[in-house]
Nanobody
């Protein structure tokens, strides 16, 4: 089992920045690929970014150049640095972990409870 706890969400003005954190506990964190997804009201959950256990990163086109995913294996934590935020980035952001490499798919093995990000215009 892997337990994931997100933090760092909040209210920010358009153009601002936030850093989300996801603390992992349980099985060996370094063996999992980690992803961030988001879900806005009335919309499906969508892929935001992912990082493999080796550090290779993937991004949705909508956030490329604005968001940066990283991981600190010593702290068992994955981060999502979000900059130049837009109102359309408003959503609940979820951290997730998976063993296989299909990182853009939503069928992850473990999920956090989510953290709300609200961007005001």
């Amino acid at each position: 089992q892997v337990q994931l706890v997100e933090s760092g969400g909040g209210l920010v003005q358009a153009g601002g920045s936030l850093r989300l954190s996801c603390a992992a506990s349980g099985r060996t964190f370094s063996r999992y690929h980690m992803g961030w997804f988001r879900q806005a009201p009335g919309k499906e959950r969508e892929f935001v970014a992912a990082i493999t256990w080796s550090g290779y990163t993937y991004y949705a086109d909508s956030v490329k150049g604005r968001f940066t995913i990283s991981r600190d294996s010593a702290k068992n934590t994955v981060y999502l640095q979000m900059s130049s935020l837009k109102p359309e980035d408003t959503a609940v952001y979820y951290c997730a972990a998976r063993a296989n490499l299909n990182v853009r798919s939503a069928d992850y093995d473990y999920w956090g409870q989510g953290t709300q990000v609200t961007v005001s215009s």
